[in-house]
């Protein structure tokens, strides 16, 4: 079945240091969510990427979906304490909108003020 | 109010006991599903539904089983709960189309 392997899977930064989170599948997917948890919280939304290549911004954060959709990353640049938690990515396979999401195991990230 | 609520939040049960989790939303998403969270293992799919006669079974199905009562509601129950099913239970739902997912706060089972 369908795989989706995320590392690292914990990263401690300074504060102001930048991050990344990398996810690969071993499908094609149609497309890819990122999603992120605060300690002690559930999973939230932050963004969908569906085109080949595709890159979105949202005020520091970069979502990059690779040229043959089968990896992504999210990259946090100057991160602050109000961005920890665990970001997780979720790929949905390819032939239609029925397939379920595969859920990477998450990367924990934890700011040091 | 919330859109997706589960209960309980919280439940302490022992060994062989039937549990109950129950999910209601209301933002009358067609989609529903219940995933099961542990450290390090990140969210594994144990079942979901498309509506309320389409029940599939997931990654983690064994142990567990499921009643789409209503398009509101969805339910996980552990027929006999066992010591290896104590994590943090998380109820999802979405509009379908390859839309996001709404995550329910969570219910923290623990077997005794």
């Known amino acids: 079945g369908q795989q989706v392997m995320q590392i690292p899977q914990y990263q401690h930064v300074q504060e102001g240091e930048d991050f990344t989170t990398y996810c690969n599948s071993s499908?094609?997917?149609?497309?890819i969510q990122w999603y992120k948890q605060r300690p002690g919280g559930h999973p939230v939304f932050l963004i969908q990427l569906v085109k080949s290549g595709e890159v979105k911004k949202q005020k520091r954060l970069t979502f990059q979906f690779g040229e043959a959709k089968k990896n992504s990353s999210l990259h946090i640049t100057a991160t602050q304490t109000t961005v920890v938690g665990t970001y997780f990515c979720a790929g949905r396979g390819g032939g239609g909108s029925n397939y379920k999401l595969t859920f990477g195991k998450g990367t924990l990230l934890t700011v040091n003020p | 109010d919330a859109d997706v609520t589960q209960t309980p939040r919280n439940r302490i049960t022992k060994t062989g006991k039937r549990i109950m989790l129950e999910c209601s939303q209301t933002k009358g998403h067609d989609r529903m599903y219940w995933y099961r969270q542990d450290p390090g293992l990140g969210l594994r799919l144990i079942y979901y539904s498309f509506d309320v006669k389409d029940i599939n079974k997931g990654e983690i199905s064994d142990g567990y089983s499921v009643s789409r009562q209503a398009q509101a509601k969805f339910s996980l129950s552990l027929e006999s709960a066992i010591p290896n099913q104590t994590a943090l239970y998380f109820c999802?739902?979405?509009?379908?189309?390859?839309?996001?997912?709404?995550f329910g706060p969570g219910t923290r089972l623990t077997v005794l």
């Open positions: 999802a739902t979405c509009m379908g189309g390859g839309s996001e997912q709404f």
């Open positions: 499908t094609t997917l149609s497309n």
